[in-house]
């Protein structure tokens, strides 16, 4: 059973640039969380989505920030503009459900924005 | 606001210690309360968790205690490996079924 996964695993944008990272979740899973981590720094909850639907977007910035789980194909965080304070790693995770709580994380993308 | 407290930053135990990282929270809705296990350049991985309904989890060498009534938790690595050194994440689920994540004790087994 394939874990979740990611790409790019590194991408480097110029600022004013757009950015799209991917996540596919695990087999079964259909919720999807995004995360982004700064050096030295815990992660910090960006969005929460199950298929073709938000559910929480509360730590993603109101500006140049989206991201989508459609019903056919992986998730999509999306930046647009990138500036050099978006450089980070951003993880993806996914669980089954609400219930287990379980969340299983991919191996991130680091995003460099020069 | 940081939801979740995480103590100490850092650590660095001889080979066999038992390093303790401990946790401490403030919404009693939380109801999930994991760790994970992060090396460099990696992303975290599920490493154990429990819920308030117990007060202690053990899994192999990793022990979780829980304090409901001080809200507090804390991993317990026994017998200690230099393959243990990595950041250690303590997290709590709260509504809409986010994460809040501790800032993180990089560990250090000195063989």
């Known amino acids: 059973n394939a874990g979740v996964m990611q790409n790019p695993r590194h991408l480097v944008r110029r600022r004013g640039q757009e950015a799209r990272l991917r996540c596919s979740p695990m087999?079964?899973?259909?919720?999807v969380y995004w995360y982004r981590q700064l050096p030295e720094e815990g992660l910090k909850f960006m969005v929460y989505l199950q298929k073709e639907n938000i559910i929480d977007e509360s730590g993603m910035p109101k500006e140049r920030f989206s991201a989508e789980f459609p019903k056919e194909g992986p998730s999509i965080l999306r930046i647009q503009q990138v500036v050099r304070g978006d450089s980070a790693a951003y993880f993806c995770?996914?669980?089954?459900?609400?219930?287990?709580?379980?969340?299983?994380f991919g191996p991130g993308t680091r995003l460099t924005v020069t | 606001q940081q939801q979740v407290k995480q103590s100490p930053q850092s650590l660095i135990v001889q080979k066999g210690g038992i390093p303790i990282i401990n946790c401490a929270y403030e919404n009693t809705a939380f109801d999930y309360f994991p760790w994970y296990q992060q090396f460099p350049g990696k992303g975290p991985a599920l490493l154990i968790a429990i819920r308030p309904d117990v007060s202690e989890k053990k899994e192999g060498r990793f022990t979780i205690s829980f304090n409901k009534s001080a809200k507090q938790f804390s991993l317990h690595i026994m017998d200690s490996q230099p393959g243990d050194s990595a950041t250690y994440f303590c997290a709590a689920i709260g509504t809409g079924n986010q994460f809040y994540f501790g800032t993180g004790t990089s560990l250090t087994v000195i063989p």
């Open positions: 087999k079964g899973h259909s919720h």
């Open positions: 995770a996914s669980s089954p459900d609400r219930v287990n709580g379980e969340q299983y």
